[in-house]
């Protein structure tokens, strides 16, 4: 069947359902209708506060937590060097992910802390379940495995529960405790917007008070129209609206997506029904190890035993292998993020070793037929003259003669069973053709940018890469 009448149907059925769900309108047109009734998924949006009484701000159809939520994220006061405050890091203009090209953002007392991982964008998590082991597969074909929670290991099971996490985390907001953050907050011009949403007794105990600034940031985040705005070419492509013709190069990007032999994105990066009512948002929660190369650029990674596993550790602390090198499937995994947004990055993966969107592609093209291009060679003499067919897009543009590629650089050799072998990191030999030829990984590209959010039909370009 023609997969446009397909993922056009899917997408038409599930806009229906979410409407009547009270929280978005498809397409992007319209505003959020009235958030305070939002009820949006189970798990990570569960925890949302009953909202009290009308809206402070009558022009916001945001409840009073989130109100306070709205003020708290973007207040640099709550950072201990009173320089950053959520938005720094997850900037709006970014589609609340980094505003930067660097890896890893700074921070702590003085911004001068590196912190460990890449910042994700924060639209579209509202229907991100707690994590689970064995979490259902959206796709319905694909067996239970690990799943949903927040943060690139799932650690944290709601928003509220995340905002804690920089708030206290000495890289990033460093404040001493809670309580020290309450206190910042009382001191603030919108403590009476806190007390009008908390009741008069709100500061008063400041376990209870700090839970309350951390529900505020997750209803701001659940209830904020620009955190889920629906407003890409690919939603109005989806929703059969004008404007979402896509071109024929986009067209052919979004078969390679979803074609199990070619790109296959789709598998991972889901793009049909997702949980708790969702549709199309390019992940199925699932956790996955691709062993993308470890990042030197990471200042914790100058230390060659701290290695980043994702769910087995040691950030995460719940899953990390009885002694080291013991038999443990979670290493290595990461969160396959949503990629709505994603051509607005410009760092990608856990550890934002890659730079660029094209790059991504070419390194899930080639890891295994150019792994020389993307891990270290050890051992091996710089060649004067690299060969003309020697790629330049990799990481490593050196080309070397002897020497071994230390392939998967970044995860344990007793851990290197744990990676995923699907198209198209199916591990076939080095040297050997990749699944997608350079006209594929373009076309792709071209694809991955109809995610964007605030797309104005009128500005489709007539001209350039994404035309024909
Ligand atoms: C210094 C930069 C920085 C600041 C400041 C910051 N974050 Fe983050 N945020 C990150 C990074 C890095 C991650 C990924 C963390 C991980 O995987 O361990 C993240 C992850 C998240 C996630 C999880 C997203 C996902 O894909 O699962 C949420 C939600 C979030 N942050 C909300 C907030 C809120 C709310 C604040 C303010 C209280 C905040 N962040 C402040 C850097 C930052
Ligand atoms: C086997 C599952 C799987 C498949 C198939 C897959 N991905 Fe991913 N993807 C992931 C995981 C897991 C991550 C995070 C890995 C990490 O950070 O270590 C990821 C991360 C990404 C990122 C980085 C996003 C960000 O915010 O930093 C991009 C871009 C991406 N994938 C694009 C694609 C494209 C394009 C395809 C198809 C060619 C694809 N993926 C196929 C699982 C998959």
């Known amino acids: 069947m023609n997969k446009q009448t397909i993922v056009g149907r899917v997408a038409l059925a599930l806009c229906a ?8 309108s498809c397409g992007g047109k319209g505003p959020a209708t009235n958030a305070q009734s939002s009820t949006a998924g189970a798990g990570g949006a569960a925890a949302i506060p009953p909202s009290t009484g009308t809206p402070a701000n009558p022009a916001t159809s945001l ?3 989130a109100q306070v939520g709205q003020q708290l994220f973007f207040d640099v006061s709550l950072s201990g060097s009173g320089k950053q405050s959520c938005a720094s890091c997850h900037d709006p203009a970014h589609a609340y992910g980094p505003p930067n090209n660097l890896a890893v953002q700074l921070g702590g007392p003085n911004m001068a802390d590196s912190g460990n991982r890449a910042v994700p964008s924060l639209r579209y998590q509202e229907y991100t379940p707690p994590y689970a082991d064995l979490l259902d597969n959206p ?13 690139w290991d799932g650690r944290a099971g709601t928003l509220a529960e995340q905002a804690t996490i920089p708030l206290l985390d000495p890289h990033e907001m460093a404040n001493a405790s809670g309580a020290a953050v309450v206190a910042k907050v009382k001191a603030a ?10 009741g008069a007794n709100a500061f008063n105990d400041p ?36 404007g979402g013709n896509l071109t024929p190069a986009e067209t052919r990007g979004l078969k390679l997506f ?12 889901y793009q049909g029904a997702g949980l708790n009512g969702s549709s199309a948002l390019f992940t199925d929660f699932s956790y996955e190890a691709i062993s993308v190369p470890r990042n030197t650029a990471i200042p914790a990674n100058s230390d060659a035993s701290f290695i980043d596993m994702g769910v087995c550790g040691p950030l995460r602390t719940d899953h990390l292998p009885s002694a080291p090198g013991a038999a443990n499937s979670f290493c290595g995994m990461f969160k396959a993020p949503t990629l709505r947004n994603v051509a607005t990055r410009s760092s990608f993966f856990h550890n934002g070793v890659i730079h660029s969107l094209e790059q991504a592609i070419r390194f899930y093209n080639t890891r295994d037929t150019n792994p020389e291009i993307w891990y270290p060679t050890v051992g091996g003499m710089a060649k004067a003259k690299p060969d003309a067919s020697f790629p330049t897009y990799g990481l490593i543009t050196t080309q070397y003669v002897g020497g071994k590629v230390q392939k998967f650089d970044d995860l344990p050799a007793a851990y290197h069973g744990n990676i995923d072998t699907q198209m198209p990191l199916d591990g076939r030999k080095a040297g050997s053709t990749p699944p997608m030829t350079d006209d594929d990984v373009a076309d792709l590209v071209c694809f991955l940018k109809t995610l964007n959010d605030g797309y104005q039909p009128s500005s489709q370009p007539t001209s350039g890469p994404c035309t024909n």
Do not use: R
Request: aromatic share 14%; glycine share 10%.
């Open 258 to 269: 979803s074609d199990p032999n070619k790109g296959n994105c789709a598998s991972c990066h």
């Open 207 to 242: 376990a209870a008070a700090f839970k309350n600034i951390a529900a505020a940031l997750q209803a701001f985040q659940l209830e904020d129209i620009s955190f889920h705005p629906f407003s890409s070419k690919f939603d109005l492509y989806a929703g059969n609206k004008i």
């Open 139 to 151: 796709d319905g074909i694909s067996a239970p495995g690990p799943g949903g929670g927040f943060t």
């Open 17 to 24: 359902g979410a409407v009547l769900a009270s929280l978005y």
């Open 63 to 65: 409840s009073l937590a």
């Open 189 to 198: 011009a919108y403590a009476p917007l806190f007390l009008q949403a908390y």
